[in-house]
């Protein structure tokens, strides 16, 4: 399977516990994103990674999340001291940014997080 | 005003019937539009992309893109029950991409 794969594609947690995600892009793909989705609403972008940079970074993105692209292949997002408003999906995304204006993003499975 | 809206639907059309999407997006300077298929529970799958004026054909998918309006559909023609699931919206400007919370959209057999 060459799409983008994310693990794990659930977590539970309690209250208060850290959790890593882990996404691993289209292999050529330049562009990495993380987004959060709740029900009933749309993917909200919280970081994107061009090769090992990250680039940009969403207000909704609190100082209790990191995210990293160490060797600009994979990515892994960490949420500290996790919050039951932090129970969403996660969803990664990558993308070939060759400067044209065309850029599809393709989405992982998705990590589902459940914070008790 | 949300930046990108969608009707919430849910909308429902018979087998074999034409689906109607809409979406209407507020940057002017938005350069991509996309169409994006979501099952429940599942993660969004690419259905079309759109980047000029006018209408693009993909099997039984048409977008349509409209910029001086800020409005971009999607038609489903002969639908089908499987392609019951939410459609999101999402809007390109740079590196911004901005999604609609989606319709939801049935089809009856």
């Known amino acids: 399977d060459t799409g983008v794969s994310q693990d794990p594609r659930h977590k539970i947690t309690k209250r208060g516990q850290n959790v890593t995600f882990r996404c691993d892009p289209i292999?050529?793909?330049?562009?990495l994103y993380w987004y959060r989705q709740t029900l009933g609403q749309g993917p909200e972008f919280l970081t994107y990674?061009?090769?090992?940079?990250?680039?940009?970074k969403s207000r909704l993105l609190s100082d209790r999340f990191s995210a990293e692209r160490p060797k600009g292949s994979f990515s892994t997002l960490e949420i500290q001291r996790t919050e039951q408003g932090d129970s969403a999906m996660y969803l990664c995304?990558?993308?070939?940014?060759?400067?044209?204006?065309?850029?599809?993003?393709?989405f992982g499975p998705g990590t589902r997080l459940l914070v008790l | 005003q949300k930046e990108v809206e969608q009707n919430s639907g849910p909308l429902s059309v018979p087998e074999g019937a034409i689906a109607s999407l809409n979406c209407t997006y507020s940057?002017?300077?938005?350069?991509?539009f996309f169409w994006y298929r979501q099952y429940s529970g599942k993660s969004p799958e690419l259905i079309m992309s759109?980047?000029?004026?006018g209408d693009k054909e993909d099997g039984r998918f048409t977008a349509q893109l409209n910029k001086a309006s800020q409005y971009v559909s999607l038609l489903i023609r002969d639908s089908q029950p499987s392609d019951s699931a939410t459609y999101l919206c999402?809007?390109?400007?740079?590196?911004?991409?901005?999604f609609g919370a989606g319709t939801r959209l049935t089809v009856k057999p």
């Open positions: 995304a990558s993308s070939y940014q060759a400067g044209t204006g065309d850029e599809t993003q393709y």
């Open positions: 292999s050529e793909h330049n562009r």
């Open positions: 990674f061009q090769n090992e940079a990250q680039l940009e």
């Open positions: 940057d002017r300077v938005s350069q991509s």
């Open positions: 759109i980047y000029s004026n």
């Open positions: 999402a809007v390109l400007n740079y590196n911004d991409m901005r």
